[in-house]
């Protein structure tokens, strides 16, 4: 089945401890994104890779860090976490390159930073 | 740079009510289109799409938008909206086929049984 997969669903950490979200996707496609959704704010793109070890800052980097080392893998990484952090993240991935296509989207980790 | 503005923040309404969620866009060149639907603590489902051909277009549940390019809007419509259709509605667009996908803040619909 096609996915997009991400883990874990639900994480409660305390500021400044390192995590990691993982997202993976079985579909060998090239773009993947992170997005946080916020009460009144919508999604918000964090950041994006067109390929493997190409990534690209959306509109709210700031504290994230990505890496893009095999395309099916696109984990979000979290060095300092504050409380500012603390919302639902989406991994989405699409192909590349072939239009009309549409982006699929993991289930979302909810995070608390405490 | 890509902008979606969804007017209504939240809408209240009756079983069998009609419902119009209103969706405008700036982007000034070839635009994909899309409504996403996000139930209570679920994940994203895709509503409905549009890439090019005839404007009005259907998607699952009985829904179905229009695109109307002069006026850059993409507006959801529903008949007839049931209890089971109280969700988040998104409203995206994505620049050409290979652009990012940019979201409105969303539209909470709330169906009164």
């Known amino acids: 089945e096609a996915q997009v997969t991400q883990n874990p669903r639900y994480l409660i950490t305390v500021t400044g401890k390192k995590l990691t979200v993982t997202c993976s996707q079985n579909?060998?496609?090239?773009?993947m994104s992170w997005y946080r959704q916020d009460p009144g704010l919508g999604l918000r793109q964090i950041y994006y890779?067109?390929?493997?070890?190409?990534?690209d800052k959306g509109d709210v980097p700031e504290g994230y860090k990505v890496s893009r080392k095999e395309k099916r893998n696109f984990p979000l990484i979290l060095e300092s976490p504050s409380p500012n952090q603390t919302s639902l993240y989406f991994c989405?991935?699409?192909?590349?390159?072939?239009?009309?296509?549409?982006?699929?989207f993991g289930q979302g980790t909810r995070l608390t930073v405490v | 740079a890509q902008s979606v503005s969804q007017h209504n923040h939240h809408v209240i309404l009756s079983e069998a009510a009609s419902l119009e969620l209103g969706c405008n866009y700036s982007y000034g060149g070839t635009v994909n289109l899309f409504w996403y639907v996000q139930y209570p603590g679920q994940h994203l489902q895709l509503l409905l799409k549009y890439f090019s051909g005839d404007p009005l277009v259907k998607g699952i549940k009985g829904f179905e938008a229009e695109f109307i390019k002069s006026k850059f809007s993409f507006n959801l419509r529903k008949p007839s909206v049931q209890w089971s259709d109280t969700a988040e509605y998104f409203c995206?667009?994505?620049?050409?086929?290979?652009?990012?996908?940019?979201f409105g803040k969303g539209t909470k619909l709330s169906v009164k049984p």
């Open positions: 995206a667009v994505r620049g050409g086929s290979q652009g990012n996908l940019i």
């Open positions: 989405a991935s699409r192909i590349v390159g072939v239009s009309n296509t549409e982006a699929f």
């Open positions: 579909m060998n496609h090239e773009y």
């Open positions: 890779s067109m390929n493997v070890e190409v990534t």
